[in-house]
């Protein structure tokens, strides 16, 4: 019974994780959109430096927060299974118990 509950787990995880990283990647999409729309070359190149480099900045900010959504999601299917696993083992072992006891009393 209790590796029945796994497959739903799994695939609720792994939804959870999906939809992190596609809201993560929508909102940086829709900021660095918003950059690059906003970008006008402005004559001098040190200011178009400038207006790059705070680009190259923002989107890289956009790609390092997606990483520690997602490890975060990760980090937390980890300690979810693990507590599956542990639930598990002490079904299973209660489980033998009760047989071995069982076997004893007869």
Do not use: H
Not at 2 to 29: E, Y
Not at 63 to 84: L, N
Not at 91 to 98: A, Q, T, V, Y
């Amino acid at each position: 019974m209790p590796l029945a509950r796994a497959p739903g787990w799994r695939r609720k995880a792994l939804n959870r994780w999906r939809r992190s990283n596609a809201r993560c990647l929508k909102l940086g999409l829709r900021e660095a959109t918003n950059l690059a729309r906003g970008y006008q070359p402005l004559g001098k190149i040190q200011d178009n430096l400038a207006v790059q480099t705070e680009f190259a900045r923002k989107v890289f900010e956009i790609a390092v927060k997606g990483a520690q959504e997602s490890a975060t999601t990760a980090r937390q299917s980890t300690g979810e299974a693990a507590k599956i696993i542990q639930d598990r083992l002490k079904e299973s072992f209660e489980e033998l118990r009760g047989s071995i006891s069982r076997g004893k009393s007869t």
